[in-house]
T-cell receptor, first 113, second 112 residues
Framework: RKEVEQDPGPFNVPEGATVAFNCTYSNSASQSFFWYRQDCRKEPKLLMS???SGNEDGRFTAQLNRASQYISLLIRDSKLSDSATYLCVVNHGGGTSYGKLTFGQGTILTVHP | IAGITQAPTSQILAAGRRMTLRCTQD?????MYWYRQDLGLGLRLIHYSNTAGTTGKGEVPDGYSVSRANTDDFPLTLASAVPSQTSVYFC???????????FGNGTRLTVT
């Protein structure tokens, strides 16, 4: 089993739709979790951190389920500008864990008019 | 300079040549990282540095070396480039081991 797995998609949704991505991780000791967004031929950029209690930022909601070892990202009222690849990132080290970040392969989202 | 700067933006390199990719950050972050990104394989860690003066190997370190002489700079060197090192290279930094990464804008390297 891969350390971090995402459904690669692509997800093709119309504007205004709600779409959700899941990401599973294998290491139960994983401590921090993030969602990144990457536009074509650009660097990944932090979309949001994922907190144990779940967190929301505008149209975006992130949740963590430690028991089932997955995180999710929900996008409401999709915009054309949301089209991108969404990367799940897991820090699966304990203590001094530099270099322990693992990236999922990304989920491609295309929002169409 | 704001954030992380990588240079060059792109490069075509003959196999066997030596190449250093430059990375500089101005955020005083302790940790810095080099990743390569290839289609179908995602981002893979090459080397990292916890703090100035220390480095560590990532998932795919072979053929690459790094140094961290100071907090700001983290160059990546290909001693003798091979075509399989054709990739997009991203430098990143983080304040602590649980902090999110900040990425540079990447270097597109083609080894012919």
């Amino acid at each position: 089993r891969k350390e971090v797995e995402q459904d690669p998609g692509p997800f093709n949704v119309p504007e205004g739709a709600t779409v959700a991505f899941n990401c599973t991780y294998s290491n139960s000791a994983s401590q921090s979790f993030f969602w990144y967004r990457q536009d074509c031929r650009k660097e990944p950029k932090l979309l949001m951190s994922v907190y144990s209690s779940g967190n929301e930022d505008g149209r975006f909601t992130a949740q963590l389920n430690r028991a089932s070892q997955y995180i999710s990202l929900l996008i409401r009222d999709s915009k054309l500008s949301d089209s991108a690849t969404y990367l799940c990132v897991v820090n699966h080290g304990g203590g001094t864990s530099y270099g322990k970040l693992t990236f999922g392969q990304g989920t491609i989202l295309t929002v169409h008019p | 300079i704001a954030g992380i700067t990588q240079a060059p933006t792109s490069q075509i390199l003959a196999a066997g040549r030596r190449m250093t990719l430059r990375c500089t950050q101005d955020m005083r972050h302790n940790a810095m990282y080099w990743y390569r990104q290839d289609l179908g394989l995602g981002l893979r860690l090459i080397h990292y540095s916890n703090t100035a003066g220390t480095t560590g190997k990532g998932e795919v370190p072979d053929g690459y070396s790094v140094s961290r002489a100071n907090t700001d700079d983290f160059p990546l060197t290909l001693a003798s480039a091979v075509p399989s090192q054709t990739s997009v290279y991203f430098c990143a930094s983080s304040a602590t081991d649980n902090s999110p990464l900040h990425f540079g804008n990447g270097t597109r390297l083609t080894v012919t």
